[in-house]
């Protein structure tokens, strides 16, 4: 996923959980958005290139 030009985040949960737009840019964006957890996730591996 860090190497993609542009990520969609949707959540914040699967099923009738889920579906909502919680980000959406590039791998850095998303890392950027408090709301999204694959960007909470993404954060530490950005860090390190």
Avoid at 7 to 28: F, N, Q, T, V
């Amino acid at each position: 996923i860090k190497t993609a030009d542009w990520i969609i985040d949707l959540g914040p949960d699967g099923g009738s959980g889920g579906g909502r737009l919680i980000a959406a840019g590039s791998p850095e964006d998303v890392a950027r958005d408090p709301a999204s957890k694959t960007g909470q996730h993404l954060k530490p591996l950005l860090k390190r290139c």
